[in-house]
């Protein structure tokens, strides 16, 4: 799957407008710089995983909503829901361990 970063940067943008808050104030609350949200909305910049997390937790969506531009809550809603939750909550370093292991675990036939 390639992903369209550009595509990516409009639906950060869409979400942070409805949100009626500026790259400035966005840029403040996942604590990265004004110019790299500036970059990442016009797909200069390609953002990491934890800025992705950051984002969706401060726009009050999940990262598949920029990812994909769906939420995937449809059957089983409550399992994406306790899932986000947990990612949530993670640091840095757990995040990095969660995408790992969610790497690992698509790659296995179960």
Known sequence: ???DYS???TRIRKHRKQQKLTQEK?????EISPQ???NI???ISIPSTEV?????IALETTPDEFLVGAV?????E???RNVAELLRGMDEKQLEMARCFLLWLSEQRL
């Open 41 to 43: 909305e016009r797909a």
């Open 1 to 3: 799957m390639v992903l």
């Open 52 to 56: 992705i997390m950051k984002l969706a």
């Open 7 to 9: 595509l990516i940067g």
């Open 72 to 76: 995937k809550y449809t059957e089983g």
């Open 26 to 30: 966005i840029a403040e609350i996942v």
């Open 78 to 80: 409550e399992k994406w």
């Open 36 to 38: 790299h949200m500036s």
